[in-house]
């Protein structure tokens, strides 16, 4: 069982910046594929950003070139760096995990972009 703890979210205005952790349990965290999603009221869960084991990565293409998803293994930890930061990009934010067919969730983390 892999726990994902999520953290950095709250309140930011327009065009401001936050930067979102993911801490992971296990010690196999660096074979992970790790991903953001975000979930707004009313509407699905949808894919922001993941990471391979290898590094490679994918976003959504409402947020390229505003966000960036990274990882340190040393850590067991995954970022999400979101800047230029719009109303729409509010949202409960939500760390993924898989491996080898397996599939783990955070809790979520609010974020609020607002003035």
């Known amino acids: 069982q892999v726990q994902l703890v999520e953290s950095g979210g709250g309140l930011v205005q327009p065009g401001g910046s936050l930067r979102l952790s993911c801490a992971a349990s296990?010690?196999?965290?660096?074979?992970?594929?790790m991903g953001w999603y975000r979930q707004a009221p009313g509407k699905q869960r949808n894919l922001v950003a993941h990471?391979?084991?290898?590094?490679?990565?994918n976003y959504a293409d409402s947020v390229k070139g505003r966000f960036t998803i990274s990882r340190d293994n040393a850590k067991n930890t995954v970022y999400l760096q979101m800047n230029s930061l719009k109303p729409e990009d509010t949202a409960v934010y939500y760390c993924?995990?898989?491996?080898?067919?397996?599939?783990?969730w955070g809790q979520g983390t609010q974020v609020t972009v607002s003035s």
């Open positions: 993924n995990a898989v491996w080898s067919g397996h599939e783990y």
């Open positions: 990471i391979t084991r290898n590094r490679n990565t």
């Open positions: 296990g010690s196999i965290f660096s074979l992970y594929t």
